[in-house]
Nanobody
Framework: QVQLVESGGGLVQAGGSLRLSCAAS????????MNWYRQAPGKQRELVAT???????NYVDFVKGRFTISREKAENAVNLQMNSLKPEDTAVYYCNARLWDTRRLFHEYWGQGTQVTVSA
């Protein structure tokens, strides 16, 4: 079982920045992929950014160049630096972890979410 705890959400004006953090109860270097998702009111949850075990990162087009996902070893956390925020970035942001255990069984875990609100 992996527990994920997000922090860093809040209210910011358009053009501003926020840094989200996802602290994990297991070593982030043992997790195959750590992801950030978001869900806006009335919309489906969508993938925002991914960081794989080897450090490879991927972003959806609408955040490329603005968001950066990274791992913080000292804090055992995965961060999402969000710059040049837009009102359409307003959503609840969720941390997600996916791993395959030594028996090759798949596990997926979610954090509780953190609200990000961007005002125009």
């Amino acid at each position: 079982q992996v527990q994920l705890v997000e922090s860093g959400g809040g209210l910011v004006q358009a053009g501003g920045s926020l840094r989200l953090s996802c602290a994990a109860s297991a070593s982030i270097f043992s997790i195959n992929a750590m992801n950030w998702y978001r869900q806006a009111p009335g919309k489906q949850r969508e993938l925002v950014a991914t960081i794989a075990l080897d450090g490879t990162t991927n972003y959806v087009d609408f955040v490329k160049g603005r968001f950066t996902i990274s791992r913080e070893k000292a804090e055992n956390a995965v961060n999402l630096q969000m710059n040049s925020l837009k009102p359409e970035d307003t959503a609840v942001y969720y941390c997600n972890a996916r791993l395959w255990d030594t028996r090759r069984l798949f596990h997926e875990y979610w954090g509780q979410g953190t609200q990000v609100t961007v005002s125009a």
